[in-house]
């Protein structure tokens, strides 16, 4: 190995994820000097796409919310084609069929659904309020709440039992990575005022187009892929390549990778399974849709619906995530014939694209729920969705608490 070239910065930020670009993004708009270095080649960390048979696969099952605020205060979503999918869950068993819609796109659609839906008049009204309070109420409120697990929240907010299992239950399952629904409530109440609020989507591109994005809205940072780091210190990075030396470091890794390199502590994690299916070219199919015979799945999703340049002109690609970290054969032949109950098309006809695990898809955010404190290990700043909340909004708003102490302290 020859002599390392060394660097001399004002802020090294460890990780080209969410978390570091937006980092570096209100940095180098404040003037310092930042370079990022990433061990892979490309941005966005747990967030990438690939190319297979035509079709755009998302490395796990990813949407945008371009409600939550560090998007908009970032303005990544300027001229960003993010198309947006039907506010609609369609629940699909052997005995009932019927679907809940956002009243406020479609009043009749809503009400037939209710009519035709497990909830009572008594959990209706109940929802209504939990929903209209989360969004009514401002983030510094909600969190100012005593917290409990989210099961004991909405039967605490006064949904019975039955519409917790066979309604919220799964929906909020594949959001929240937990079959238990024993996540933060306070952080499930964030989550409800954020889909009042916005209309999830994707991009043509997958969900790789938004980290690109949001490095493309800072030119004057220097990422240096392909560096894997061997050591972190409070003023210094070494990587295989080259040494940095900083009046700053961040490591906006994520939590695994930040407790091997700044001994931070690691964060349990919530596994996924998304398999990806090539059916026959859907239509009326921009929401999505739960199996309740059959709770392997969290959903299932038609993402060309809204985005057809995912997937050849004639085939629709539907993804489909469990939570759960080893699929078997047993598991995708469950899947295979969810899918084809749910669209109502031949068992044949669902052609299994590709299946992504990703076992480390979200860490697990159990109750208190405790945000606002920037984290330091041994004078290093720490960075990540792991110290927030487990979204796109959590990764993004880590970056820009550390962003704001170390350019406080810079004045």
Known sequence: MGQRSITEPDVVIVGAGLGGLRCAQLLSKAGLNVVIVEKSDRVGGRLS???????????????INPSYPEL???????????????????????????????????????????????????????????????YLKSSKRLLREPDITTYAGFEA??????????????????????????????????????????????????????????????PNVQIDFNSPVLSVSEHAVLTENDEYRAKFVVVATDGSSAHSLANSAEPEWSPQTTW????????????????????????????????????????????????????????????????ARMYNVALNEVELITTTVVSHALPKI?????????????????????????SIQGAMMSGNRVASAILAISK
């Open 49 to 63: 796409s690939f190319a297979l048979n035509g079709f755009i696969i998302d490395e796990g099952f990813q949407l």
């Open 72 to 134: 908009i205060a970032s303005k990544v979503l300027k001229n960003f084609d993010l198309r947006s999918y039907d506010p609609s869950l369609t629940f699909i068993s052997e005995n009932k069929t019927y679907q809940l819609s956002d009243p406020r796109h479609n009043v009749l659609s809503a009400l037939k659904g209710l009519r035709n839906s497990p909830l009572s008049v008594s959990d209706s009204v109940s929802f209504a309020k939990l929903m209209i309070t989360s």
């Open 157 to 218: 907010s006064g949904i019975s039992k039955t519409v917790i299992d066979d309604v919220v239950q799964p929906f909020l399952r594949g959001t929240l990575l937990s079959d238990d629904l024993d996540t933060s409530f306070n952080y499930t109440k964030l989550l409800l005022k954020s889909f009042v609020k916005g209309r999830p989507g994707t991009h043509p591109e997958g969900i790789t187009a938004l980290a690109q994005a949001l490095a493309a809205l800072s």
């Open 276 to 339: 990806w299916w090539s059916l026959p070219k859907l239509s009326n199919s921009s929401g999505l849709r739960i199996d309740l015979d059959d709770r392997l799945l969290s959903s299932a999703l038609d993402i060309s619906s809204v985005a057809p340049e995912r997937s050849p002109a004639d085939r629709s690609l539907v993804a489909t995530p469990a939570n759960k970290a080893a699929p078997t054969t047993e598991a995708e032949q469950k899947a295979r014939s969810s899918v």
């Open 366 to 390: 159990k109750p208190p729920l405790q945000l606002g404190q920037v984290r330091r290990v041994e004078g290093m700043y720490l960075a990540g969705d792991y110290l927030e909340t487990a």
